[in-house]
């Protein structure tokens, strides 16, 4: 019995007190082996929320790609996005409850199927979204992490020039700088949207090094050794990157709304390109007579800009389980 | 309300101001129940002092919180728990929130965190009054000066004003323990409360609980973990472990002559000062393995003078040999082992590892010379990186210093998880599903990876439990043996630094007070501090510590200080209960 019980005291783990510091993830059996990710992706799919916004995520970008195909080759829906014909019916849509029709979103005033475009403006739009999503998540996490470790100087500097960036109306900041790369296409929209939006992360994620950076496994590394950039890359890095992903699915849900929006305005995709946006934008007018035209991209938009914003907020809670509620 | 004032006076029968009867206590979490307290039952009577002890996870302080009626939401509980007779499991928001105070009170391991940093003491210590109707305005101030010079604050007039980083450690626990007072509470429940604290510190907060329920009759719930501080102070010792009550009894009961095994355990586990009889001292040849010399370490504060916190330093270790470096808070010591390691620069001084000066060194030499030089740290929940798992933690020491091959790390990690008594399978296990002590052991191992010659251990055992302590301490001291390193062990615990060491150094302020023998400092020491230090440790036999008390007590008066307790003014007499 003695015996047993000295085992237990010296190699179980010891139960731990569930309220205190909210340290759940202590609170396990110690025969089976979870690693951090596991834990994450076990409470990421219990969050209802974030699985619908997923599923409607994933749905959505198949659609869009699958409908009316990637570049040369073909999707399954038999019309083209370019090609204009006769209008139909003054373009209505032809989609029932059940059925899909001729035209299921309608046509627009020269006859182009609405269904084909408002497919092309989604892809365009994820496209660009991701572009946004994952360059500003590289600049403002190497631009964080560089300002977090090495402090001093280095840190002055690259936290100015965030503030620079942060002062400057972004709406204005993206027009002039969109207008500039809108013409050379929608990669070069995304790269120039990632070179504003990257403010927000770099300073989450210089929050998170100076914290880290103070941790005894660091001050550990620095003692046997370890160069500057084995410790961000492997030791500190590693740690942030709950705050990162969950930033860059944010990031994506807003450089959806700036991408349309600067389409809308004007500055952003350029024909022959077409985004979400900018058919919002090219039909504005029509909201009275047609209002389809202006419905099925702003639905399309709603439906994306929602779903990834519950994945963020599954993320999120995955990642900080304090914050859960019945933790 | 008229019928909870008339339950307040009413005066607790049977005796017992604090009882819990067959308390159960689950926590439901996302990974099932965790059952903390498993039907236990206590009882603490006026003016004595319960002390409820056990290791980290057996359930104490959810006793203690259930008590006040602040479990968290997600707890289950069964039994009964009464406060001066009143059921505090059937109680409502506004009567709980009456009880506290008012009938318990709580002093809290941590002072920092349990004073408001951004109000003053008086608007603390009068919100007390003031919300349970004691006192207001004027007279709430007065009181709260009268409680402040009843548990020696000196000057209370205009020290009430302060703020609390306006005071020291132990001053912040007198002013906690001066608002648990304020509204005459029948109990006190005090989890931890000298944890935090400094041994000289935690026997002046010791004296003054002791008075405490000798002067106003109060009973008192001492939570804690070290057998000295039960020693010192309990009448009565409850044991719990893993959820359970294994032994019950009072002080001399449990302490002299325990019954069950976990308790015999746990005493034989505690460090004692003189346990070790006399050791040949240590020879060695060659370079030392770190010589300080001279060595003065400076923070920069933006507009004030540098703060100095080592001041003209000499110390040294050599190979085999393991020094300890012993300091209360502030002293220093975990800035020379940090500056030894490099991670601080010296604004002046030597710093030798292995015959090579590191205060002037390149980057390329210091790398190699790193190579020689392993590190264990004190707090197992992060000096190990999360995101790694446990052979990836102990092989990079390996990796930066592209020692052997893939396999050879391999082998070499399963060597060390053997070394320090740990599973092989640990190696794929992640840090978080170790226990603390777990934890210390692949620290341990990842610093002897690559064979050290020098390895600096700063305050590795005092973040963990004592029978988890005495385990690493054991496998500490033949590691050593076998590797042969030299030791800069850093410490704030005499006994550990008695049970380990071959040479002491005495810190304070940043200066060396005494340094030598282990035997020569610790059993006849020549400064002041040094003796005052050793008097101030607590032992866990409660005869003996009475006379290390009443020896500690005469030795403060000699040297001309007052005594601690209680001060009651005669002047201003306390309402007695």
């Given at each position: ?200 992360l770099a300073r989450l994620v210089r929050g998170e090094v100076l ?117 | ?20 009867t067959d308390l159960d206590v689950k926590f439901n979490t996302e ?261 300080v010399t001279d060595l003065v370490v400076e923070f920069h504060r ?276």
């Amino acid at each position: 019995m003695s015996e047993d019980r000295r085992d237990s005291a010296m190699q179980g783990a010891p139960e731990p007190l569930p309220h205190a510091g909210g340290e759940v993830e202590e609170v396990k059996f110690a025969e089976k082996s979870f690693s951090q990710g596991q834990l994450v992706r076990r409470r990421f799919f219990r969050h209802k929320g974030a699985l619908a916004g997923l599923a409607v995520l994933i749905f959505i970008t198949v659609l869009a790609f699958s409908s009316i195909g990637i570049g040369s080759i073909p999707g399954w829906w038999d019309k083209d996005f370019a090609t204009t014909g006769t209008v139909v019916d003054g373009g209505r849509p032809t989609m029932g409850w059940l059925t899909w029709g001729e035209h299921p979103f309608g046509q627009d005033t020269t006859g182009r199927d609405y269904f084909a475009l408002v497919m092309r403006g989604t892809q365009i739009s994820l496209v660009i979204a991701f572009i946004v999503g994952i360059g500003s998540t590289i600049i403002g996490t190497i631009i964080g992490a560089v300002a977090g470790y090495y402090r001093g100087w280095a840190e002055s500097l690259l936290m100015r020039v965030t503030d620079l960036f942060i002062i400057i109306p972004l709406l204005v900041f993206a027009a002039v700088l969109g207008s500039i790369a809108s013409g050379s296409g929608i990669w070069a929209l995304g790269l120039v949207l990632a070179a504003v939006t990257w403010t927000g992360l770099a300073r989450l994620v210089r929050g998170e090094v100076l914290s880290l950076r103070e941790r005894e496994f660091v001050s550990a590394a620095q003692a046997i050794g370890t160069g500057n950039w084995r410790i961000i890359l492997r030791h500190i890095l590693p740690n942030t990157i709950g705050v990162i992903i969950v930033a860059t699915t944010f990031a994506i849900a807003s450089a959806i709304l700036l991408e349309t929006s600067l389409s809308f305005l004007g500055f952003g995709v350029q024909p022959p390109d077409i985004s979400l946006g900018s058919l919002i934008s090219d039909y504005q007018t029509a909201f009275t007579s047609r209002p389809w035209l202006f419905w099925f991209p702003g639905l399309f938009i709603l439906a994306i800009a929602l779903s990834v914003n519950f994945i963020g907020d599954g993320l999120r809670d995955a990642f900080d389980p304090r914050q859960g509620k019945d933790g | 309300m008229t019928a909870i004032d008339n339950t307040t006076e009413q005066q607790p029968d049977g005796g017992a101001v604090l009882s819990f009867t067959d308390l159960d206590v689950k926590f439901n979490t996302e990974f099932g129940r965790v059952h903390a307290v498993k039907g236990i039952s206590l009882e603490v009577k006026p003016g004595e002092v319960l002390a409820l002890v056990g290791e980290s996870g057996s359930g104490k302080s959810v006793t203690s919180t259930s008590a006040l009626g602040l479990l968290p939401r997600n707890a289950s509980i069964d039994g009964q728990i009464s406060v001066a007779g009143k059921r505090v499991d059937e109680m409502s928001g506004s009567a709980l929130r009456k009880m506290r105070g008012d009938d318990v009170a709580m002093v809290f391991q941590e002072p920092m965190t349990a004073l408001n940093p951004v109000l003053t003491v008086r608007t603390q210590m009068v919100e007390a009054l003031e919300l349970h109707g004691k006192a207001f305005g004027k007279e709430a101030d007065a009181r709260a000066i009268e409680l402040l010079r009843m548990v020696g604050i000196p000057d209370p007039e205009r020290r009430l004003f302060q703020y609390p980083h306006e005071f020291s450690g132990g001053q912040r626990q007198r002013i906690v323990i001066a608002m648990a007072l304020s509204c005459d509470p029948t109990v006190i429940i005090a989890d931890e409360p000298t944890t935090a604290l400094d041994v000289t510190v935690q026997a002046e907060i010791l004296d003054l609980l002791r008075s405490l329920k000798d002067e106003l009759n109060t009973g008192i719930l001492l939570i804690t973990h070290s057998m000295g501080v039960v020693a010192d102070m309990a009448d009565r010792v409850a044991v719990m472990y893993k959820g359970d009550l294994v032994e019950q009894g009072t002080v001399h009961e449990v302490l002299v002559n325990p019954q069950h095994d976990y308790t015999k355990r746990l005493l034989t586990a505690v460090p004692r000062l003189g346990a070790r009889g006399e050791t040949p001292p240590v020879e060695s040849e060659g370079p030392k393995a770190l010589e300080v010399t001279d060595l003065v370490v400076e923070f920069h504060r933006q507009g004030k003078e540098p703060f100095r916190a080592v001041d003209h330093v000499s110390l040294s270790v050599s190979r085999g040999e393991i020094v300890g470096l012993v300091g209360e808070s502030g002293s220093g010591k975990s800035t020379i082992a940090r500056t030894a390691l490099g991670l601080i620069p010296a604004a002046s001084g030597e710093v030798a590892i292995l015959g090579e000066d590191i205060t002037k060194m390149k980057r390329a030499p210091l790398k190699a010379l790193r190579k020689r030089v392993g590190v264990v740290f004190q707090d197992p929940a992060s000096s190990l990186n999360p995101r790694l798992p446990v052979g990836d933690c102990i092989s990079e020491p390996m990796d930066v210093h592209d020692v052997g091959d893939k396999k050879s790390r391999r082998e070499k990690v399963a060597e060390l998880l053997e070394a320090v008594e740990l599973p092989r399978s640990v190696a794929n296990r992640y840090p978080h599903e170790l226990s603390g002590g777990q934890r210390q052991r692949v620290s341990i191992a990842r610093a002897l990876s690559l064979d050290p010659e020098l390895l600096v251990a700063d305050e590795p055992t005092s973040a963990l439990d004592v029978s988890v302590q005495a385990a690493v301490l054991q496998m500490f001291t033949a590691l050593q043996e076998e590797y042969n390193f030299g030791c800069l062990f850093v410490s704030h615990d005499l006994a550990v630094v008695d049970t380990l060491a071959d040479r002491v150094v005495v810190l304070k302020d940043g200066v060396v007070i005494e340094q030598g023998d282990r035997e020569q400092v610790l059993r006849n020491p020549q400064q002041e501090y040094t003796k005052r230090l050793l008097m101030a440790a607590p032992v866990p036999h409660p005869d003996e510590q009475r006379e290390r008390r009443e020896a500690r007590h005469a030795f403060l008066k000699e040297v001309g200080e007052k005594d601690f307790g209680l001060h009651i003014d005669a002047e201003t007499p306390k309402s007695s209960r």
